[in-house]
């Protein structure tokens, strides 16, 4: 009893710290490239980066929190080391894959609206 | 007894695995800048935007790889012959893994700074031509 709500809390405090964290980093350098998709109107840049920052931490701590429900029983403080790393690693994974696909998706946006503008 | 070799044993992984990640990418993005300001002609904001981007992937890909491998199974008596068997083929495995990763980034930059000097000599005609234009 006692291991399980120490893993939640570990568990929770962990992936909402990444998770914040990731996300802030993303907000101020992804804003270079929204000013160069939207040409430089900065009115609009710096309301679809917020409108974006706060879609991507809805998803990511629904996700976090809801991972909670899916918790095994921890009797031991191995156990607890092991499900919490595997849980905090899956979610690394997640973030890793969606953050790869938004910059490849930036990337191929930016050049099409390169080619538009050429 | 034997949940203390097992503590230990995830202890020491976490530490090793997780501090060869943060090295090995500072590292790497630390030199890595050099190939983005080419590939982005100079253009600093962007170029170190994505490189701060590139890192932040690297971080959560391979930190998230190593604890995804965490798991250790003992079967019987553990011994301290057996935590360090068993901690020297993950930790090979997860170094031999990043190292993959390293090449892979590396191939990325060589071909981004490739793909560059072709924009680049493309565009080099195009300002030819403008200037031409404006002597005429």
Known sequence: MEYQITSYFIFLFFSFFITIKVGWILFKNGE?????????????????????????YLINLGKAAIEITY??????????????????GNL??????????NVIGLALFSKNQKLIHH | ?????????????????????????????KNGKVYMLDIFRGREDIALATN???????????????????????YGVVTYREVI??????????????????????FLFFKGKKAAKRNQSNN???????????II
Not at chain 1, 71 to 88: A, C, H, R
Not at chain 2, 89 to 98: A, H
Not at chain 2, 124 to 134: C, H
């Open chain 2, 1 to 29: 007894m034997e949940n203390y070799h097992i503590i230990t044993t995830y202890l020491i992984y976490l530490t090793i695995s997780i501090s060869l990640t943060l090295y090995v990418a500072h590292i790497l993005f």
């Open chain 2, 85 to 106: 068997e068993v901690l020297s083929q993950k930790i090979g495995g997860f170094s031999i893994y990043l190292g993959i990763m390293l090449f892979l980034n590396l």
């Open chain 1, 71 to 88: 918790w095994e029983e921890i009797t031991t403080l191995s156990k607890l080391i092991k499900v919490v790393g595997n849980k905090l």
């Open chain 1, 32 to 56: 270079v490239y929204l000013l160069e998709i939207f040409n430089y109107h900065k009115t609009y840049v710096k309301s679809i980066n917020k409108l974006l920052l706060i879609g991507y």
């Open chain 2, 52 to 74: 701060r981007l590139f890192e932040v992937g690297f971080y959560l890909f391979n930190i998230g790889f190593a604890l995804c491998l965490l798991e250790v199974k003992f």
């Open chain 1, 92 to 101: 690394l994974l997640l973030l890793a894959v969606m953050h790869f696909i």
């Open chain 2, 124 to 134: 080099n005609f195009g300002a030819d031509f403008s200037e031409e234009k404006i």
